[in-house]
């Protein structure tokens, strides 16, 4: 029962972080013209949905999650221009991980931990915004960065003191954001911003507060770097790209969280009992 409530509810999140990314893209670079930003609220919390192409106001039997895009053929039932097929996709990817991450979940969905599985799915729906903001203009938002940390700092703290067990929570959170944002920091300065952003260091601190302890934290790195070495390694090969061609390492690093966050425990476990 609790997967299908799952399901829905990532339908509509999915659908939550289509809207998301592009009135955050249209608020910093300010594509809409004066004219049309006073008739349409771009406010995360209080704007409604409009068309991307013509900003007419949508109409609930268009925010149907998939089934709206689908019976629409893609296209605005107002303007009739293609509507991109990234919507269907983000939400059925957003339902996906939510059911994922129920069914993989490492630790009990009782008391405190109900608590923390919650607030995962609160980050992930971010980690997904920022993923796909990422990917298409090389670019991690702060309006999305820093209310996922405020809410990560806040989970720490509220798990930390329910477990009275502060001083260790505290350096773990401690030491994953030295290694992950400390290690791009690092790397930040000595290639004056050429190998990895700013943006990058920032997610580093959410990631570190995120996974926690010396060993989930270089994890993260190794899979984040060996998914970007398969993505970026055929195409350098193929010569559709070259070692100076650029590539946001914030999705790699987003879908290293999801793994560590999922499975973290036990590939430690596991690598630990094959060499030990």
Known sequence: MLAYILLITGLIFGSFIGALVWRVRE???????????TSVNLSIVKGRSVCPNCYHLLHPRDLIPVFSWLTLRGKCRYCHKPISGIYPILELL??????FSYYFWPATLRGIGSFVFITWLIILVGLIALLIYDAKWFLLPNRIVYPLTVIAVLRLGIVA???HDVSSQLLGALSGIILISGTFLVLYHISKGSWIGGGDVKLGVLLGILVGGPLNSILLLV???SVGTVYALPMVVSGKA????????????IIGAIVVTLFGTSITHWYRHLYI
């Not at 594509?31 to 930003?37: D, H, N, P, R, V």
């Not at 957003?94 to 059911?99: D, E, M």
């Not at 070259?242 to 690093?253: E, H, I, Y």
Request: no cysteine; proline share 6%.
């Open 27 to 37: 608020t910093s670079v300010g594509i809409i013209s004066s004219s049309k930003q």
């Open 94 to 99: 957003t339902a996906g991980l939510f059911v």
């Open 161 to 163: 003191i329910w477990n």
């Open 223 to 225: 899979i984040s770097s």
């Open 242 to 253: 070259s070692r100076k061609t650029q590539v946001p390492f914030g999705p790699f690093l």
